[in-house]
């Protein structure tokens, strides 16, 4: 049974800090590329951030080099470095095995004075 669980969302004040945390089981985690999507209210859901299996990445255009994604093939667990932080980066954000059906559940992330 596969697994995929985010941690590490709340709430921060603008140009703050936060990491956000994934961990998947039940896969072969070092085979599959991962990636962190966010949906704010009233919108579709977008890709922020993507990692390859060999740890290549890219980013959405509006990530503007204020995030980081990471991976950790030992523990099984993708992180989201988040820096400079917007009130529109306010979402809830997702952890996808890429190219599959298998989502985790989403943390909430707000970003307000």
Not at 13 to 39: D, E, N, V
Not at 87 to 107: I, K, L, M, N
């Amino acid at each position: 049974q596969v697994q995929v669980a985010e941690s590490g969302g709340g709430m921060v004040t603008p140009g703050g800090s936060l990491t956000l945390s994934c961990a998947a089981s039940g896969i072969t985690f070092s085979a599959y590329p991962m990636a962190w999507y966010r949906q704010a209210p009233g919108k579709s859901r977008e890709l922020v951030a993507w990692i390859s299996v060999g740890s290549s990445t890219n980013y959405a255009d509006f990530v503007q080099s204020r995030f980081t994604i990471s991976r950790d093939n030992a523990k099984k667990t993708v992180a989201l470095q988040m820096s400079g932080l917007k009130p529109e980066d306010s979402a809830v954000y997702y952890c996808r095995v890429a190219f599959t059906e298998y989502w985790g559940q989403g943390t909430q992330v707000t970003v307000s004075s």
